[in-house]
T-cell receptor, first 116, second 111 residues
Framework: AQSVTQLGSHVSVSEGALVLLRCNYS??????LFWYVQYPNQGLQLLLK??????LVKGINGFEAEFKKSETSFHLTKPSAHMSDAAEYFC??????????????FGKGTHLIIQP | NAGVMQNPRHLVRRRGQEARLRCSPM?????VYWYRQLPEEGLKFMVY????????ESGMPKERFSAEFPKEGPSILRIQQVVRGDSAAYFC?????????FGPGTRLLVL
């Protein structure tokens, strides 16, 4: 069984400030990890993913995330927030070796608010 | 290079009617997943299909819901005798094995 916990249903930062969205997971086997972004009334867009290799992964729009196995975390960061970053962010996990057979398990999402 | 397509984007049904949601995966993708997003909740996995096969339906409600992915044509999520609690956004994703790419969703409203 696997689960994802996103700390903070709402995170508010000022424009230009650091963005940190937290994600912790539990999985009985090494996971694949994902961050998706959802703008209002739209589908989910993949921001970045970790499968194997380098634990610091870079995604689109200046976001990056670091897989820390010892902390079972995959926090999302961006050095400088932009107004266009305001959206809902979802962390997701899938068990490695599932061959795509299992669906993604999502966290409940974090609503990122950018203050001018 | 079209992405995952879903239609309709919005669907209104009265209680007791049937809802049919369609999903066309990205070109070259043979895996299709359906998810449901209820208000104030994250996405919940419903079903995973390959062509003509249901691989994992562990997230599907036991009654009224069914899904198919025929040899030709889009994947269909069918909800019979809809109730108000079925009102949600339904998302389809497609993939080769690995990363899933999501469609824009169908927002179902049951009156």
């Amino acid at each position: 069984a696997q689960s994802v916990t996103q700390l903070g249903s709402h995170v508010s930062v000022s424009e230009g400030a650091l963005v940190l969205l937290r994600c912790n997971y539990s999985s009985s086997v090494p996971p694949y990890l994902f961050w998706y972004v959802q703008y209002p009334n739209q589908g989910l867009q993949l921001l970045l993913k970790y499968t194997t290799g380098a634990t610091l992964v870079k995604g689109i729009n200046g976001f990056e995330a670091e897989f820390k196995k010892s902390e079972t975390s995959f926090h999302l960061t961006k050095p400088s927030a932009h107004m266009s970053d305001a959206a809902e962010y979802f962390c997701a996990v899938i068990s490695r070796g599932g061959g795509g057979a299992d669906g993604l398990t999502f966290g409940k999402g974090t609503h990122l608010i950018i203050q001018p | 290079n079209a992405g995952v397509m879903q239609n309709p984007r919005h669907l209104v049904r009265r209680r007791g009617q049937e809802a049919r949601l369609r999903c066309s995966p990205m070109k070259g993708h043979s895996h299709v997943y359906w998810y449901r997003q209820l208000p104030e909740e994250g996405l919940k996995f419903m079903v995973y299909l390959q062509k003509e096969n249901i691989i994992d339906e562990s997230g599907m409600p036991k009654e009224r819901f069914s899904a198919e992915f025929p040899k030709e044509g889009p994947s269909i999520l069918r909800i019979q005798q809809v109730v108000r609690g079925d009102s949600a956004a339904y998302f389809c994703a497609s993939s080769p094995p690995g990363t899933q790419y999501f469609g824009p969703g169908t927002r179902l409203l049951v009156l």
